[in-house]
Nanobody, 116 residues
Framework: VQLQASGGGLVQAGGSLRLSCAAS????????VGWFRQAPGKEREFVAS????????SYADSVKGRFTITRDNAKNTMYLQMNSLKPEDTAVYYC??????????WGQGTLVTVSS
């Protein structure tokens, strides 16, 4: 599967953005997919993930209650709805897919900048 993220941009603190991750390949629905982010000078960190059916999601504590991950297997697309954004959410966001239980498929990043 190949992944392409989009939807990043500049937003004021308290605002919202929705990221999208389009996947190619007919087997998208079989993957666990998720979002990671990397802020300047920091390591890449987990943000959220969702199972192939969409029935189970997982979030980093820092985004719980503010971010929502969803997927539409019919459209081969995953989304990250980000609300109540904070300056510390500023980062390059990457979508990824698990293969064999490991995050091995990565899309290019999309930059999210939250101004205070």
């Amino acid at each position: 599967v190949q992944l392409q993220a989009s939807g990043g941009g500049l937003v004021q603190a308290g605002g919202s953005l929705r990221l999208s991750c389009a996947a190619s390949g007919r087997t998208f629905s079989s993957y666990v997919v998720g979002w990671f982010r990397q802020a300047p000078g920091k390591e890449r960190e987990f943000v959220a993930s969702i199972t192939w059916s969409g029935g189970s999601t997982s979030y980093a504590d820092s985004v719980k209650g503010r971010f929502t991950i969803t997927r539409d297997n019919a459209k081969n697309t995953m989304y990250l709805q980000m609300n109540s954004l904070k300056p510390e959410d500023t980062a390059v966001y990457y979508c990824a897919a698990q293969v064999g239980g490991r995050w091995t498929r990565w899309g290019q990043g999309t930059l999210v900048t939250v101004s205070s």
